[in-house]
Nanobody, 126 residues
Framework: QVQLMESGGGLVQAGGSLRLSCAAS????????MGWFRQAPGKEREFVAG???????AYADSVKGRFTISRDNAQNTVYLQMNSLKSEDTAVYYC????????????????????WGQGTQVTVSS
């Protein structure tokens, strides 16, 4: 059974940085597209960033140029480096992965992803 565990969230001032980590267990996800979504209070879960098994990346327009997604397949871990944080980045951030391996497409719809972590809170104070 695949489990995803996020870490690295917290409280940071606007303009600051955080690095989120997502460690997978249960099976290797080195061949699976993985991503980050976020959900703010009263809003729907939205795509933030994704990375394929061949390290193609995609970002939401709202985070492009500020966030960087990466992966370490040896550690079965995906990261989200968040710089120049804004108050509107405040949300619970979720790590996710698709079920199908070697699928080099980054999907923007949360329903396309099978595996989810519990989420980590990111709060940006202005």
């Amino acid at each position: 059974q695949v489990q995803l565990m996020e870490s690295g969230g917290g409280l940071v001032q606007a303009g600051g940085s955080l690095r989120l980590s997502c460690a997978a267990s249960g099976r290797t996800l080195s061949s699976n597209t993985m991503g980050w979504f976020r959900q703010a209070p009263g809003k729907e879960r939205e795509f933030v960033a994704g990375i394929t098994w061949i390290r193609t990346t995609a970002y939401a327009d709202s985070v492009k140029g500020r966030f960087t997604i990466s992966r370490d397949n040896a550690q079965n871990t995906v990261y989200l480096q968040m710089n120049s944080l804004k108050s509107e980045d405040t949300a619970v951030y979720y790590c996710t992965a698709v079920e199908r391996p070697r699928f080099a497409v980054i999907l923007l719809d949360a329903h396309e992803y099978k595996y989810w972590g519990q989420g980590t809170q990111v709060t940006v104070s202005s």
